[in-house]
C-alpha cells in the first residue's frame, strides 16, 4: 500500500529542537518531490520546506530559512524536518508530501499529519 507517515511530532519549548521523519511505503522518495507543509489554526496551508529528486536541491519558506532543515536518506526511504529555534507561530500540524507528476498523470499521497506545539 502507498502511503506516507510522519512521526516526530509533540511539545517542545521555545528556542528547542524537534525532528519530523516521513517514512515511505511502496515507492522511493529518491525519486519524488518530498514536501513539508503545516496547517495552523485558523491560517491556510503553508508550504514549509520541500525537496527536489534530481541534485537534491531544497527550498524552504521565508519564515523557517535558516532554522529549519529538509533531508533525505535513500536507504530509509525517510525524509526528514530538522527544526530549531522554534517559535510559538510554529505550532501547526506538520503534513508530509509526495509529488511526482509524468507526462500523463500525477501521483500525490499525503500523511495523516503530526501535530507540534511550540510552549512559551
Known amino acids: 500500500q502507498v502511503q506516507v507517515v510522519e512521526s516526530g511530532g509533540g511539545w517542545v519549548q521555545v528556542g528547542g529542537s524537534l525532528r519530523l521523519s516521513c517514512a515511505a511505503s511502496?515507492?522511493?522518495?529518491?525519486?519524488?518531490?518530498m514536501s513539508w507543509y503545516r496547517k495552523a489554526p485558523g491560517k491556510g496551508r503553508e508550504l514549509v520546506a520541500d525537496i527536489i529528486p534530481t541534485g537534491g536541491d531544497t527550498n524552504y519558506a521565508d519564515s523557517v530559512k535558516g532554522r529549519f532543515t529538509i533531508s533525505r536518506d535513500n536507504a530509509k526511504n525517510t525524509v526528514y524536518l530538522q527544526m530549531n529555534k522554534v517559535k510559538p507561530e510554529d505550532t501547526a500540524v506538520y503534513y508530509c508530501?509526495?509529488?511526482?507528476?509524468?507526462?500523463?498523470?500525477?501521483?500525490?499521497?499525503w500523511g495523516q499529519g503530526t501535530q507540534v506545539t511550540v510552549s512559551s
Open positions: 508530501n509526495a509529488r511526482n507528476c509524468t507526462e500523463n498523470v500525477c501521483y500525490n499521497y
Open positions: 511502496e515507492f522511493a522518495v529518491s525519486k519524488y518531490r
